[in-house]
């Protein structure tokens, strides 16, 4: 099983400010087979990137998506108030098709 | 407009059954795989079941093989799951997702979700 570790847990940071988060996986997740999801709270979970680096349909440039192997980055160039949320990175090369933990972002 | 609505919410007993049913309108169900997802309380996402476009072929996370079945009716653009010999770490919302193409890798990346429904375990 592809374990996915994402950090950090929590970021907090102000509107207007650059977000990085991480997503590290335990083995080689081949051909970038990871998506990235955004969950607000009492919502369903969105999909923002797949493919390590392909933005979804209708998901604003200020989000991407980059990596290959074990190690991912999304990062968000320019925090919008409606950007804070969790976030998932999930890996799609194997059975069991696994998430990490969540990065909760909050505002500073 | 793709809508995907769950229902079958309930408390279950431990060792009980329930099966979920998720309606899809707006796109050619027929033509996607879906899955299943759940979230326990507070928790992360969990990956639990897909089944494909034409419902030939299933695939279920290890924590619930043997215990819940994934199953469609096309003419009823309808996906199900039935959940039986329930435990109280099955308690989750259970979310159902529509595979984003038609190709391998697309059936694992969920572009749609529904908006969940929440089951308990629990005596």
């Known amino acids: 099983e592809i374990v996915l570790t994402q950090s950090p847990g929590t970021l907090s940071l102000s509107p207007g400010e650059r977000a990085t988060l991480s997503c590290r996986a335990s083995q080689s997740v081949s051909r970038s087979y990871l998506a990235w999801y955004q969950q607000k709270p009492g919502q369903a979970p969105r999909l923002l990137i797949y493919?390590?680096?392909s933005r979804a349909t209708g998901i604003p440039d200020r989000f991407s998506g980059s990596g290959s192997g074990t190690d991912f980055t999304l990062t968000i160039s320019r925090l919008e108030p409606e950007d804070f949320a969790v976030y998932y990175c999930?890996?799609?090369?194997?059975?069991?098709?696994?998430f990490g933990q969540g990065t909760k972002l909050e505002i500073k | 407009e793709v809508q995907l609505l769950e229902s079958g919410e309930g408390l279950v007993q431990p060792g009980g059954s329930l099966r979920l049913s998720c309606a899809a309108s707006g796109f050619t169900f027929s033509s996607y795989a879906m899955t299943w997802v759940r979230q326990a309380p507070g928790k992360g996402l969990e990956w639990v079941s897909t089944i494909s476009s034409g419902g030939g072929s299933t695939y279920y996370a290890d924590s619930v093989k043997g215990r819940f079945t994934i199953s469609r009716d096309n003419s009823k653009n309808t996906l199900y799951l039935q959940m039986n010999g329930l435990r109280a770490d099955d308690t989750a919302v259970y979310y159902c997702?529509?595979?984003?193409?038609?190709?391998?890798?697309?059936?694992?990346?969920?572009?749609?979700w529904g908006q969940g429904t929440l089951v308990t375990v629990s005596s």
């Open positions: 997702a529509k595979g984003m193409g038609n190709d391998y890798s697309s059936t694992w990346r969920f572009d749609y």
């Open positions: 999930q890996q799609y090369d194997s059975s069991p098709y696994t």
């Open positions: 493919g390590a680096s």
